[in-house]
T-cell receptor
Framework: NAGVTQTPKFQVLKTGQSMTLQCAQDMNHNSMYWYRQDPGMGLRLIYY???????DKGEVPNGYNVSRLNKREFSLRLESAAPSQTSVYFC????????????FGPGTRLTVL | GIQVEQSPPDLILQEGANSTLRCNFSDSVNNLQWFHQNPWGQLINLFYIPSGTKQNGRLSATTVATERYSLLYISSSQTTDSGVYFC?????????????FGKGTRLHILP
């Protein structure tokens, strides 16, 4: 049982480049989330998916797209990276309604030059 | 949406001291969790505590749901307790339900 996994762990991009952050969970959770963490800002929700086939914007969705490929996988895409997107990105999942702790992935540290 | 406020934002203590971290939230919630982010960035779930009191070793947490706050107690602090402590809340079932984090309390334990 791997929990929540994220790839890559580190990435450096140039402004304007695109990339996709991958997240997968093996706990059969319905809900999945993408957060970004910036110094002094805590964790801010980018997008979430309450169930397979649905996605919704969070607090800071601009510049990102997501795809809930299936129940296990939830990817985050940066179409044209900007320096303001330099951050640490965390993926999380939740059984939603089952009242259980929220497991997080290890994070992806992204730098946009 | 729900607002989550944590206090204090920063806390510096000597090893062995006790501390209390507070989390206030603006609406009733179904789920409340405390996390510790260690200096390596890893997020560790400490407590799932929508109400009541729980204890785990030197750490304990109390949530008073009717008054919309939760407290995290750390006794006999150790340097390994350093890091950022986050409170996160969730309200469901709700079309707009999502997990909202506070900005955290940064704790630094001096040897």
């Amino acid at each position: 049982n791997a929990g929540v996994t994220q790839t890559p762990k580190f990435q450096v991009l140039k402004t304007g480049q695109s990339m996709t952050l991958q997240c997968a969970q093996d706990m059969n959770h319905n809900s999945m989330y993408w957060y970004r963490q910036d110094p002094g800002m805590g964790l801010r929700l980018i997008y979430y998916s309450a169930s397979e086939g649905t996605t919704d914007k969070g607090e800071v969705p601009n510049g990102y797209n997501v795809s809930r490929l299936n129940k296990r996988e939830f990817s985050l895409r940066l179409e044209s990276a900007a320096p303001s997107q330099t951050s640490v990105y965390f993926c999380a999942s939740s059984p939603r309604g089952s009242r259980a702790p929220l497991p997080f992935g290890p994070g992806t540290r992204l730098t946009v030059l | 949406g729900i607002q989550v406020e944590q206090s204090p934002p920063d806390l510096i203590l000597q090893e062995g001291a006790n501390s209390t971290l507070r989390c206030n939230f603006s609406d009733s919630v179904n789920n409340l969790q405390w996390f510790h982010q260690n200096p390596w960035g890893q997020l560790i779930n400490l407590f799932y505590i929508p109400s009541g009191t729980k204890q785990n070793g030197r750490l304990s947490a109390t949530t008073v749901a009717t008054e919309r706050y939760s407290l995290l107690y750390i006794s006999s602090s150790q340097t390994t307790d350093s890091g950022v402590y986050f409170c996160a809340v969730e309200k469901y079932p709700n079309r707009d339900d999502k997990i909202i984090f506070g900005k955290g309390t940064r704790l630094h334990i001096l040897p």
